[in-house]
């Protein structure tokens, strides 16, 4: 820290004060756009409108041409007049059809969240866990009922549930440390999709304001402040499966001040044999007022719950011999239920021209219940191998984040807050039929306090922009054990320091060629921590990235880079089981490569192919495979934009074949599915039609390596077992904007 702010301290009296331009961004509703992106085309200065629509551009001459725009709006170019000059201005953008004509290369360290907002508008998303596959290069898979968490792929890692990427939504943690089912656990589905807004991604560990599980990336999603109009929906497809949604518009631009609320349900008998018995419920409101010019407060409320059934992952074997088929089970009493009540207050300030504040405070009420059986008769002949995973968690956070512009080309980010789980009766037991309670395995209270602060600068060079940084986190872990016969309460407190360092360089508004590098890390269970016979369970990363993001004509961006990751240890906490799974260090390199290419005024084409080389450093060579972690992926589409009331979109997703143990002797198999959506709109209505694997391809959406006993067996045996992939499913969509 010492080091930054003399770095700071320096650079500042370099700086000489000039003339600057302040306005505000709004559409043609008056609303606030924010992250517009604002270019000098005279000296290349640059500034993006933050959450209110301000901006400030400094240095600013008078007849300055400034640039101005924002995907979905009209390029606007703006000349500074004499009065202009320190004065606040306001600037309307009008709403044009999607374009890559109005996307700029920000020279900002998340420049490719723009992609993900095109992927957005052209792809419709009707379940919350699609949301996550608008990241490039990242890969999704159910295993349990579509009631369960997402398992998730990215830049060589089988990530489990969240175990290394940092998932929040406006700037609330959805990952939940400690969790009964395994580290990390994020479980997006109370969210409805159609509140989103935009999505904001970074991969790797670079971005200063990102702490804990942020090793291979984070995600941020935004929901919408206002909405365009009310809307009711309802979606019918095969399996009996239907979706119901609305959100209603409560206030819209009433002196300032918006509100909405949103509604889903999900019900699903499921593709298998054994109906899913699958129900989801959500509720979500919003509300936001402007306390002034430049103060800004957002409420926001939710609820979500869930049941369902599954039929959990089956042996190979069993499918082979013909005992079951794909969609059978060899113990169909798995499922689950879960809960979340949310409440987030965010109050935003530009406190003035140079300076803004941004707090926000959340608390979640959580419950989750989990039966599963991974092994079947491995380790209980007679009952079988269920186990119960349980918990009840309050989470309770603050994060303050100040931004103050300090010189002209000098900027200051900071931010303080805290995170604390009180988790109750946190239960790992065995179970029989789900009502039967045979034995506990670990039944626990979790606490876990998490205080942080951060200090970043960007400093200007004409065209380049050096970004260092350093965070702070300490931890508080304390885990009472109940199973105890005398009172077992244990504590431990660590700090973990993460310091950052990018270079971005943006010779114009079509390129940007960026180094990034930082640490990050991922905290392991409290329970594992918490005993003393372990040491070094807060494993830190390296990351490196070196790459550029290239516009060569209006239509068309290009993206690459080239990666490494080094993590100290691959300490896995695993759940299911109550036990540490410690694999040493590792090693991971590879490449990204994406394009966006805009045929023409109706057709887009979008593709990333992602390659990564993951190996074990500790073990011997032939054992270093680590085990799930993809090595090549592919996403590509052709997607229709508006096309007289149609759109629609064909869409193909691969991932390659890949070790399912240490030494690739059992291999996960690749898939490559295809989907396809079109739709049609006229006036207020729009119908539409989804196939989700047009070619009834047989693919296996999650796969392990599982030493498990069937009841006829006399050995166990250790092979793929898997959950297939949804086949062939036919869904009609039907949306009325009121």
Known sequence: MRYILMISIFFINWQIWGQHFSAQILDENNAAIADAYVYNLQNSAHAHSDVNGYFRMMPTEVGDTLRIGRLGFEVHKHVVKAKD??????????????????????????????????DLKLTPVASSQELLQHVPGLFIGQHAGGGKAEQIFLRGFDIDHGTDIGIDVDGMPVNMVSHAHGQGYADLHFVIPETIADIDFNKGAYDVSKGNFTTAGAVGFKTKDYL??????????????????????????????????????????????????????????????????????????????????????IPQRAVDDGTISRFGAIDDTEGGQTARTNLNMSYYNNIDDKTSLKTNIFYSQYDFELYSNFTFFLEDSINGDQIRQKEERELLGLHTKLKKQLRPNVSLTSGLGFRYDMISDNE????????????????GDVEELNYFGYTGLELKFGKLILLPGLRWDHFKFSYENKLATAFDKRSKEESVYSPKFNVLFSPNESAQIFLKSGMGFHTNDS????????????????????????????????????????????????????????????????????????????????????????????ADKGNDRIALAPDLTFTTGLSLNDYKGFSGGFRTRYIKDRPANEDNSIIAKGYLVTDLNVSYQKNNFQMGLVLNNLFDVKWNETQFATESRLANEPNSVEEIHFTPGTPFNASLQFRYNL
């Open 228 to 313: 365009d109009s009310s809307t009711l929906g309802i979606n019918l497809g095969k399996f009996n499966t239907k979706r119901l949604y609305g959100l209603f518009n409560l206030m819209k631009n009433n002196n300032g001040q918006n509100a909405y609320l949103a509604s889903e349900f999900l019900s699903s008998d499921g593709y298998f044999q054994s109906s899913q018995n699958f129900s989801r419920f959500n509720v979500f409101g919003k509300y936001n007022a402007w306390l002034s010019d430049k103060a800004k407060l957002t409420l926001s409320a939710s609820h979500f719950t869930s049941t369902w059934d599954a039929s959990g992952q």
């Open 527 to 618: 329970r594992v921590i918490t005993d003393r016979s372990v040491d070094h369970t807060i494993p830190q990363s390296f990351g490196a990235d070196i790459g550029t993001i290239l516009k060569p004509t209006k239509r068309l961006i290009l993206n690459t880079a080239l990666w490494y990751l080094f993590l100290e240890q691959e300490f896995v906490y695993v759940g299911d089981a109550g036990i540490v799974e410690p694999s040493g260090r590792t090693r991971r390199l590879g490449i990204d490569v994406g394009a966006r290419y805009q045929i023409n005024d109706h057709l887009f084409f979008d593709g990333d192919l992602n390659y990564a080389y993951a190996r074990s450093i500790d």
């Open 85 to 118: 000059i320190a004065t606040i201005d306001t600037i309307i953008l009008k709403e044009l059809p999607l374009s890559l004509n109005e996307i700029v290369i920000s020279p900002k360290l998340n420049a490719l969240k723009r992609i993900a907002a095109v």
């Open 428 to 443: 790992l037991s065995r179970t029989r039929n789900r009502n039967t309670t045979l034995s506990n395995t670990q039944l």
